[in-house]
DNA sequence: TTAGGGTTAG
């Protein structure tokens, strides 16, 4: 008796003890190893406390939570004494790390036993069977919870509610069984407000918070205001929910404040998104990647790039997310360098074969023609999910490279996966047929797209549209537009800018206009090709129209818009216009000034043309060759020789940049204008492009210099034999000359290889 | 001692 008791007291300071340690233990986010699991078996055993249930559960737990199911089903059968939280968490671990079915059996067992499951075992099996796979199984088990009289308890109920949200995305169940509890704790709530933002019904949010907030004791937490975020798409509806945290006098946690994080990003504020990541205590892996993906996507690539290396020298462990989305920014910006240190990372970390990371990746190389590591990369992926294939795709549908391997992976694609073929997918074949020798294959992608479901689709039809144009197919082309059933404003712009290409300004203006007609809202891709029409054909009237139409939108200080409208107002003659609009950028970039230096190029205000070119490089724009060929133009054909060579030496020794075929032809034209043939010569000697040529020809002409002028017809025929310039203009310098002779023999030449001179044509009557 | 709701990338 005495021994007993004395044997019991050890037992009770040993439970004692043990007791708190495990509850600490348990605590931790990490799961224990399995050697510590062991640890704390052995001291049970001696201890004799395994026999305790409570004790013996939370050993379970540990063996579950780090996947020892080994371990753990060894423990569950040797267990004296099941209770129900011992079935729970066998289930509940399978649930969480292993498999449903194995969960499933599990319960079964459980209900052949005489253990009675509670709230807790039906509110882990009922969020499984959220999962579409599992939902008659859902079903079945919603029956067992009935008969159990459980389905009014909220625990049990909230993982109904949630179930048949996710699961069947039935409202009205979910809705009945919501209605039908007993109570509704803030969970239950949640629950229901997160399942309607889900499927974006956002009244019905508003209505479901504002019943909350009227119930006494309830007060939204971080998951309610997470699903009020989700519903945003507003900077305004942002900050809003934002004050309402405060309001509501929340202590946020590290995923509301990702939350936001993000949305700012995503609404265009990235600084607010900034200020929230840098005051934030805890930060978690998401909001690192959060950031790094709210850069790359306002076009902040560089800074993406810049906060991912500072990241790297914090040490923060590199996940999927972070090295995707820093990839995405590596493509953006072109920085093949950092790119290729992120593989590194990719490989040192484990994440080479990740579906997402390797698709970014395989984009990246391909950018830059390394086609062989990406077929590599691609085969290599685990899971290839479509995206990755569309990726593969797209990568060979690389300029010139024609279309056979593109059609191969999309066959290999349709036979050997189950995955659906997507607009993507279709979308990045098509720009592998954008030349004329592929244009069979493109006729074959476009004969599926009428067989399959994807034929509205606005995207393929403006990838047909794009790539009919490419193989200089019009008709073609117009045919495809007319078959898109909601066209966008890329529709619009494709069809527009494939008439312009063609020299066929007059219909593309038409086409502007019916746009305008139909309400397609303008943007900054369609108003530049609408504004270019327009000054090709000197259509000033419709050109004042849409700059107002620019104007009402907010377009007119976007640099292609307003670059755009500069250039038209200077081909439609109305310098002064131009002037208004240049003078109304707020941050004017190369773009900007180049089209106010081309228009008084074009207008013969070399002046003017110089003194904006410094108003650049007062602002620190650096000019590029466009610049460069705008001033050369403005000062050759005002007759400033010296300021053309000038500039050409300053654009040669301070910007670096190196001088195309149009530089030197801008600098022949300049010393041909001022008589200086013999230089010019020179010149294009170095240089021979035909356009130098041709300029130094045309001046020999002006100059009647019969010796050189013989010199650059001659490599100008050489050059293209069936061109008919050389011959009439050689023959011109014979004329003035009055050799009428040679004047003769040169058009018969022109004649006996049938060249023949394109008739003039001119807008005036 | 078991348990229900919320976040990111290509």
Not at 498 to 502: E, H, I, L, W
């Given at each position: 008796m005495t021994g007993r008791a004395l044997f019991d007291a050890h037992k009770l300071h040993a439970v004692l003890e043990l007791e708190p340690f495990l509850l600490s233990l348990a605590k931790k986010p990490n799961p224990i190893t399995l050697t510590q699991c062991h640890q704390i078996h052995a001291k049970l055993i001696i201890t004799q406390c395994i026999s305790q249930t409570h004790l013996a559960n939370t050993l379970l737990s540990f063996y579950s939570k780090s996947s020892n199911f080994h371990h753990a089903h060894q423990l569950f059968n040797k267990m004296p004494h099941r209770n129900v939280v011992t079935w729970t968490t066998l289930i509940s671990s399978h649930l969480k790390h292993g498999s449903v079915p194995k969960a499933l059996k599990i319960f079964?067992?459980?209900?052949?036993?005489?253990?009675?499951?509670?709230?807790?075992?039906?509110?882990?099996?009922?969020?499984?069977?959220?999962?579409?796979d599992f939902w008659s199984v859902g079903l079945q088990i919603h029956g067992s919870?009935?008969?159990?009289?459980?389905?009014?308890?909220?625990?049990?109920?909230?993982s109904l509610v949630y179930m048949y949200f996710k699961g069947g995305n039935d409202l009205r169940d979910a809705l009945r069984v919501f209605n039908g509890l007993l109570e509704r704790d803030v969970v239950a709530w949640n629950v229901m407000i997160s399942g309607f933002a889900q499927v974006g019904d956002f009244h019905m949010v508003q209505w479901l918070f504002?019943?909350?907030?009227?119930?006494?004791?309830?007060?939204?937490?971080?998951s309610t205001f997470v699903s009020l975020l989700q519903c945003c798409y507003l900077l305004l509806e942002v900050k809003q929910i934002h004050g309402l945290v405060y309001k509501f006098g929340a202590e946020i946690d590290v995923v509301v404040e990702s939350v936001m994080v993000d949305l700012y990003a995503k609404c265009g504020d990235v600084s607010s998104s900034r200020r929230i990541f840098d005051s934030m205590e805890e930060k978690d892996n998401f909001v690192w990647s959060s950031m790094i993906s709210g850069y790359s996507m306002n076009n902040r690539g560089e800074e993406a790039v810049r906060f991912f290396k500072n990241m790297c020298r914090q040490r923060v462990k590199l996940d999927q997310h972070v090295l995707s989305s820093t990839l995405k920014a590596c493509v953006e910006i072109e920085?093949?360098?950092t790119g290729v240190q992120v593989h590194g990372l990719m490989i040192k970390n484990g994440h080479q074969n990740d579906c997402f990371v390797a698709s970014v990746l395989l984009t990246l190389y391909a950018s830059f023609g390394d086609l062989g590591d990406v077929e590599k990369l691609f085969r290599r992926i685990d899971d290839k999910d479509i995206v990755a294939w569309n990726s593969m795709i797209l990568a060979r549908a690389r300029p010139g490279h024609g279309s056979s391997h593109s059609m191969q992976l999309m066959q290999e694609l349709r036979r050997t996966t189950s995955l659906q073929i997507e607009s993507a997918t279709l979308v990045a074949v098509l720009k592998s047929c954008e030349?004329?020798?592929?244009?069979?294959?493109g006729r074959q992608i476009h004969s599926l797209i009428l067989k399959s479901s994807l034929c509205h689709h606005t995207l393929v039809g403006n990838a047909l549209v794009h790539m009919y144009s490419e193989c200089r197919l019009i008709d073609d082309a117009f045919k495809a537009f007319v078959d898109i059933e909601w066209k966008d404003d890329s529709s619009w712009s494709s069809i527009i800018g494939?008439?312009?290409?063609?020299d066929m300004e007059l219909e593309a203006l038409g086409l502007c206009k019916e746009m305008l007609n139909e309400g397609v809202n303008l943007t900054s891709y369609s108003l530049p090709l609408c504004f270019s029409a327009c000054s090709q054909l000197s259509a000033i009237c419709e050109g004042k129209q849409l700059h107002v139409l620019a104007i009402k939108f907010g377009y007119n200080r976007d640099v292609y818009v307003g670059s755009s409208i500069i250039d038209m107002y200077a081909k439609c003659g109305n310098i002064e216009e131009s002037e208004n609009v240049f003078s109304e950028q707020l941050e004017p970039n190369e773009v900007i000034f180049n089209a106010m230096i081309c228009g008084y190029a074009h207008h013969g205000k070399a002046q003017q043309a110089i003194e904006v070119f410094s108003k650049l490089e007062k602002n620190c724009v650096a000019p590029n060759h466009v610049t460069f060929l705008a001033l050369m133009s403005a000062c050759s054909h005002a007759g400033y020789v010296e300021e053309t060579l000038h500039l050409f030496t300053l654009m040669l020794d301070k910007y670096k940049i190196k001088p195309k075929s149009e530089h030197y032809s801008s600098l022949v034209d300049a010393y041909g204008r001022a008589g200086r043939l013999e230089e010019a010569y020179q010149i294009v000697q170095k240089d021979g492009s035909e356009s130098a040529w041709r300029t130094l020809l045309g001046a020999c002409r002006n100059h009647n210099n019969t010796e050189i002028g013989e010199k650059s017809a001659m490599k100008m025929i050489e050059m293209n034999p069936s061109d008919h310039a050389p011959y009439v203009l050689l023959s011109n310098i014979y004329n003035a000359e009055g050799k009428w002779e040679e004047a003769i023999k040169c058009r018969e030449k022109m004649a006996k290889i049938h060249v023949k001179k394109d008739p003039g044509s001119s807008w005036l009557v």
């Open positions: 079964n067992q459980m209900l052949l036993s005489d253990e009675r499951p509670n709230e807790y075992t039906f509110s882990v099996l009922l969020r499984a069977c959220s999962n579409h919870l009935v008969r159990f009289g459980l389905d009014r308890d909220k625990f049990a109920g909230s504002s019943e909350m907030r009227d119930v006494q004791g309830l007060k939204p937490d971080n920085d093949l360098n030349n004329e020798s592929d244009l069979l294959a494939t008439y312009k290409q063609n």
